[in-house]
């Protein structure tokens, strides 16, 4: 099937919906609080595109930061518990635990402790909700180890630090960029979510509810078409980071 095959057909059925949207909200008279109209949200969009802008790079940045701080600690911390039984049998429980907690209670608990004049409450829920992809994907790519591999590097008497650096590690980078995918578009919803409690009046969750409260529902979904926009271009990275990485080592 050729590319162009594959593109237009979701092409075209987005933009048949939008026209169907359009044409319902027109005819059945639909209040504006319920459904806007995609036209009156284009417009919208467009008036207020540059505190759109930069709402979205408020959001993406507290979403970029709780990734990479996420991801990394979701890898160390696999590879800890691959190394040490201990570690394993402390951190599989908490990371467990921290996938159980919702954003919604994590959020303001973080605002509380950290205030509400900084981002670092938003960027630490985000850390929390990436860790856990992270860990439980790389922990799976870490036990994947061939018994003639384990037993090479035995016969070499090599050290745990040596076998997770030779062995483990590489065998494990594509389930490691599989979790990064599948966090990737998490963190962004969790740095929305996480705007919705207080704080900062400067991302996209906090415009939303603010415009919303003020009866600009056309505006209110202004913010969520660069919500969904976000998202897609964080779910794109992850999901390019994961074709390099295929291509690379050839799985």
Known sequence: MSRAAQVWPPVVFGLGALVLWELVVR????????????????????????TVVATALV????ALIGLVAGFVLGVGL??????SRMVSELSTPLVSA???????????VFTTMFGSTTELPRRLVVTVVVIVPVFVSTARGLAQVAPVHHDLMAALAASP???????????????????LRLAAP???????????????QNGLGSRITSAAANTAYARAWAFVVASIVLGLLFYLAGLLAERVVARTYGY
């Open 27 to 50: 005819a059945t008279g639909v209040p504006e609080f319920l459904l806007p109209a995609p036209s009156a949200i284009a417009q919208q969009l467009v008036a207020a595109f540059g």
């Open 59 to 62: 959001t993406g940045g507290n």
């Open 78 to 83: 696999a590879l800890l518990a691959a190394r």
């Open 98 to 108: 921290a996938a159980a907690v919702p954003i919604v209670a994590l959020a303001p």
């Open 161 to 179: 630090a040596q076998v997770s650096r030779f062995v483990r590690l590489p065998g494990a980078v594509p389930y490691i960029v599989t979790g």
């Open 186 to 200: 998490a963190a962004v919803i969790a740095a929305i979510v996480a705007e919705y409690f207080g704080g900062l």
